[in-house]
């Protein structure tokens, strides 16, 4: 059983830090300028980066926390959906992918709810944690074309988006299906 603390822990300080550095980073990459660009990818990859650690180091010194808890798959979303927001707004990532990514965040997060009203957690699947990885490699790739604009980069990075695309739908369709079962169970 997770203990719960009071106090923020440094792992949740972690994980406010990626929050803020993620309305950072869509202030930033919006920026017409090249350097804004570098740093908003810095800024993405530092967000990618801090979501292994915090979850790790809360683990490892047994810091895991209730709020931490609560913060940190809103923080990993912060980072993600701005990130996919921004794309879309500069025209690199079709509205409709950024749209099914958000009903698939809302409909996890609707059943995780009901779960949670009777008592049933519905923890963090291999596939999910799968689809999160995909999509921040894709939106790395498709920040970094943003600076260096090759043919390359374009092909690469949307190999990368329509498969965490597709892992997208096929892990919350996998939450959604073993949550129900678990609601019904109750």
């Known amino acids: 059983m997770k203990k719960t603390y009071t106090k923020i822990t440094g792992p949740t300080y972690l994980t406010i830090?990626?929050?803020?550095?993620?309305?950072?980073?869509?202030?930033?990459?919006?920026?017409?300028?090249t350097w804004a660009k570098i740093v908003?990818?810095?800024?993405?990859?530092?967000?990618?980066?801090?979501?292994?650690?915090?979850?790790?180091?809360?683990?490892?010194?047994?810091?895991?926390?209730d709020l931490g808890a609560f913060l940190d798959p809103?923080?990993?979303?912060?980072?993600?959906?701005l990130a996919f927001l921004a794309l879309v707004a500069v025209g690199v990532v079709p509205v409709w992918v950024f749209a099914i990514?958000?009903?698939?965040?809302?409909?996890?997060?609707?059943?995780?709810?009901?779960?949670?009203?009777?008592?049933?957690?519905?923890?963090?699947?291999f596939y999910g944690?799968?689809?999160?990885?995909?999509?921040?490699?894709?939106?790395?790739?498709?920040?970094?074309?943003?600076?260096?604009?090759?043919?390359?980069?374009?092909i690469i990075g949307n190999i990368a988006l329509y498969l965490a695309l597709i892992l997208t739908v096929f892990s919350g369709l996998d939450y959604i299906t073993k949550g129900w079962k678990k609601v019904i169970k109750k």
């Open 17 to 33: 830090a990626r929050m803020i550095l993620s309305v950072l980073f869509l202030i930033i990459v919006l920026l017409p300028e």
């Open 40 to 65: 908003a990818l810095i800024l993405f990859i530092v967000g990618a980066i801090t979501d292994n650690i915090d979850g790790r180091w809360a683990r490892e010194k047994k810091l895991v926390t």
């Open 74 to 81: 809103l923080a990993d979303k912060m980072l993600i959906n």
């Open 101 to 125: 990514i958000l009903v698939r965040d809302y409909a996890v997060d609707g059943m995780r709810m009901m779960a949670a009203r009777d008592g049933v957690t519905i923890a963090a699947s």
């Open 129 to 154: 944690k799968l689809k999160t990885t995909v999509q921040m490699t894709a939106l790395i790739i498709l920040l970094l074309n943003l600076i260096v604009g090759l043919e390359f980069f374009t």
